[in-house]
């Protein structure tokens, strides 16, 4: 057993405290030994926190100190450990084989509420696209929040599973269709028609490169599929910059996720494909983060 972890039981305060011997790391430490003594009581945080001197099961001990030993000897995602992730507020089922979800993210899809609501009223059926949807977690919070339909491509049977299972946990099955297919190849029978008014999407957008580089919990788990964007990273950024414009009418709108310093190239690329109103937006640690672009008339 690792040191730090004693097994047997012990109050939730005791059994939170041996757990975050074993992970460190200050207060992401204490957050991921939250998380996990959380999901084996099936009690809040809030509950543990005012419960501490509540006694822990032996076996609940016992399931925990082996969530903790496999965390810290392997790096595995807490996320993919307990199956679930929050974002803007909302629960998604995780599993391996998806993006595990990153606040970051929230920047694109609170980017294209934004866009709606200025712009909205112009399009008032215009379809969402959520391309390369992962775990759905875009395309369900755009549903969500705005009504409106929402198409979710993936390449990946794990993905749109997952997508599909994650719109029916949040009651949007109904506005959010999942499609199989690469990219924007699933919504092609519908350019020119004008149904889609906004596409957004994280592409992959580390260069080749860089991902042997990143943390074990990353690389060792996550699907490189949606996190290798080629040698510079620009990849599938390349085909959704092309593929958008010819599938949005005049005014539609185009939001993506882009890494650090690939700013300057993805405007270059958006302005080369006759993209307008180039937009970055910066996340919580001020870097830019997202790129939106309108399409403009004729």
Same mark, same amino acid.
């Given at each position: ?101 990153? *606040? ?33 977690? &875009? ?11 929402? &198409?979710?491509?993936?390449?990946? *049977? ?40 906004? &596409? ?6 580390? *260069? ?5 580089? !990143? ?54 690329? !958006? ?28």
């Amino acid at each position: 057993m690792t040191e730090g972890m004693t097994g047997g039981g012990g109050s939730v305060r005791q059994v939170l405290s041996r757990g975050f011997a074993v992970l460190g790391g200050g207060d992401p430490g204490f957050l991921e030994a939250e998380i996990l003594l959380s999901h084996v009581l099936g009690r809040s945080r809030e509950w543990m926190l005012a419960h501490g001197e509540e006694a822990v099961p032996a076996p609940v001990v016992d399931e925990y100190e082996k969530m903790v030993e496999r965390r810290f000897s392997t790096g595995i995602p807490i996320a993919y450990l307990v199956g679930h992730r929050e974002f803007l507020g909302l629960d998604f089922s995780v599993t391996p084989g998806v993006l595990v979800p990153r *606040p970051e993210t929230e920047t694109l899809v609170e980017a294209v509420q934004e866009w709606l609501e200025r712009n909205g009223a112009r399009f008032p059926s215009g379809v969402l696209v959520d391309a390369g949807c992962g775990s759905g977690i &875009i395309a369900v919070s755009l549903a969500r929040a705005t009504g409106r339909r929402v &198409i979710a491509t993936d390449s990946s *049977p794990v993905a749109i599973k997952t997508a599909e299972a994650n719109a029916s946990r949040h009651g949007v099955q109904g506005l959010v269709e999942v499609r199989a297919g690469n990219w924007l190849e699933p919504v092609e029978g519908e350019a020119g028609a004008g149904t889609i008014c906004a &596409i957004a999407s994280n592409p992959p957008y580390i *260069p080749s490169g860089v991902i042997a580089m !990143l943390d074990r919990d990353v690389r060792d788990f996550e699907p490189h599929g949606a996190l290798d964007g080629g040698l510079d990273g620009l990849d599938s950024i390349r085909v959704l910059v092309r593929e958008a414009h010819r599938l949005v009418p005049a005014g539609g709108f185009l939001a993506m996720e882009i890494g650090d310093n690939q700013a300057l190239r993805v405007k270059g690329l !958006l302005r080369e494909s006759g993209w307008k109103e180039i937009r970055l937006i910066r996340d919580l640690a001020g870097l830019d983060r997202v790129v939106t672009a309108e399409k403009g008339s004729k």
